[in-house]
């Protein structure tokens, strides 16, 4: 099956930095998300982004489909910008449901 | 967008009991999914459920195990049976809306 792999694993920034995650998968897609797990738990939608570019306040995420990654910037962080970051993906080929990377934990220090 | 109401929150349980898991929608949807993300893990899918039919289980999830109810187009519930320690996570029902999927707040389960 698809397989997704987002990096880094863990990053540690203080607040006012910029930070770029990263996710590549393995197969085409007609549908990439990116998603924020805040500590509680809950699943944020970010982005739908299965191709091009997309921006939302301090947050832009970049799909190059053709090369099978993903880009999620992050711009002047805040501590609310703790949690961990997930990209999941809906192969076109092969089982059809939504497959997850391991995500990226974020820690924001003030 | 759709909004996923999902109860408890959050439960501790004892071993050998189970818990049943509401997830309710906004508007009426063909398919409800159930996911499990145990600690420090990603999402893994347990299965889907469709109105009017038997839930279709993933690899490694069994229906005696994770019973699972969808009694109209807006509502399912998820059963974790006989829990033990290694039940312990997060179980998130999700929908799909147009183009993107949408998840609850998820249900933090311990089991002591």
């Known amino acids: 099956g698809i397989q997704v792999e987002q990096s880094p694993p863990d990053l540690i920034l203080q607040e006012g930095a910029n930070s770029t995650l990263r996710c590549n998968f393995s197969?085409?897609?007609?549908?990439l998300q990116w998603f924020h797990q805040n500590p509680w738990g809950q699943l944020i939608n970010l982005f739908y982004?299965?191709?091009g570019t997309k921006q939302n306040g301090r947050l832009s995420a970049t799909t190059v489909a053709t090369e099978r990654y993903s880009l999620l910037y992050i711009s002047s962080s805040q501590t609310t910008d703790s949690g961990v970051y997930f990209c999941?993906?809906?192969?076109?080929?092969?089982?059809?449901?939504?497959?997850f990377g391991q995500g990226t934990r974020l820690t924001i220090n003030p | 967008s759709a909004v996923i109401s999902q109860k408890p929150s959050r439960d501790i349980c004892q071993r050998g009991t189970s818990l049943t898991i509401q997830c309710q929608v906004d508007?009426?949807?063909?398919?409800m999914f159930w996911y499990r993300q145990q600690p420090g893990q990603s999402l893994t899918l347990i299965a889907t459920?469709?109105?009017?039919?038997?839930?279709?289980?993933e690899s490694g999830f069994v229906i005696d195990k994770f019973p699972i109810s969808r009694p109209n187009l807006t509502f399912s519930t998820l059963t974790v049976s006989n829990m033990s320690p290694e039940d312990s996570s997060i179980y998130l029902c999700?929908?799909?809306?147009?183009?993107?999927?949408?998840f609850g707040q998820g249900t933090r389960l311990t089991v002591v």
């Open positions: 508007s009426q949807v063909t398919m």
């Open positions: 459920a469709n109105q009017g039919s038997e839930a279709t289980y």
């Open positions: 197969d085409s897609v007609n549908n």
């Open positions: 982004i299965p191709s």
């Open positions: 999941a993906v809906f192969p076109i080929q092969g089982a059809q449901k939504l497959v």
């Open positions: 999700s929908v799909w809306g147009n183009t993107e999927a949408f």
